[in-house]
């Protein structure tokens, strides 16, 4: 039977390498997908990962109605046997009824991928409606490292190396950027409430107080 399947982690744990691996293993067996990214950190209509593959991708917007999409290429006769979404946190709430709809009506497989909350520990939109429809939510297997080592569980936005707490829910960025742009970190649990980047960490390591006082 087709599934919806959310595949979930943090930042930096292979969500996007793992959605061109589906997509390689598909298509070399003669499959044919659509592929759909929002925002990816190489530009619009691009799925790509941090370890240099890359494919096209149809980039999405809020009036794109996946259900639609996907019937009016099978009504121009293509051939549809499965569907990726990445970066599936930024897409909305209608979208992801539209993409359970895909697999219900349509009887297609759809992958979607993306992170769970934001840089506040807050359920985006979209991942909290593919948590309450999905067939199966699968969390990735690569773990993501916080700077202490622990397994890292939130992801942070950083800006000069420190951590920020408010503003606008999305903001573009990437791990590993300079330290005057806007980036994200990911943390442990522990960290990311104390807002303890790599930064202030290493700060704090030349600092003559020992014991932290928060």
Same mark, same amino acid.
């Given at each position: ?37 929002? %925002?990816? /950190? ?5 799925? &790509?990962? *941090? @370890? ?6 149809? !980039? #999405? ?56 909350? %934001?840089? /506040? ?5 979209? &991942?909290? *409606? @593919? ?6 939510? !699968? #969390? ?75």
């Amino acid at each position: 039977m087709p599934e919806l399947v959310f595949f979930s982690g943090t930042m930096d744990c292979g969500k996007s390498t793992l959605a061109l691996q589906i997509q390689h293993n598909r298509s070399a067996r003669g499959l044919q997908g659509m592929i759909y990214s929002r %925002d990816d /950190r190489e530009g619009k209509g691009k799925l &790509s990962s *941090r @370890l240099g593959l890359a494919t096209e991708a149809i !980039e #999405v917007a809020d009036d794109l109605d996946f259900y639609t999409h996907v019937v009016q290429a099978l009504t121009a006769g293509g051939r549809v046997d499965y569907v990726i979404a990445d970066e599936a946190q930024f897409l909305t709430p209608p979208q992801i009824d539209q993409l359970a709809r895909v697999v219900d009506d349509l009887e297609v497989d759809v992958f979607a991928f993306g992170i769970t909350t %934001d840089f /506040r520990s807050k359920l985006f939109p979209g &991942s909290q *409606r @593919l948590v309450e429809l999905a067939d199966r939510v !699968e #969390v990735l297997q690569v773990e993501a490292l916080c700077w202490c080592g622990a397994r890292a569980t939130h992801n942070a936005r950083t800006v000069g190396g420190q951590m920020v707490v408010e503003g606008a829910q999305v903001v573009v960025g990437d791990v590993n950027r300079p330290g005057s742009e806007v980036g994200y970190e990911v943390l442990c649990r522990r960290h990311h409430r104390r807002l303890m980047t790599a930064a202030r960490a290493s700060a704090a390591a030349l600092s003559p107080d020992v014991l932290p006082v928060d």
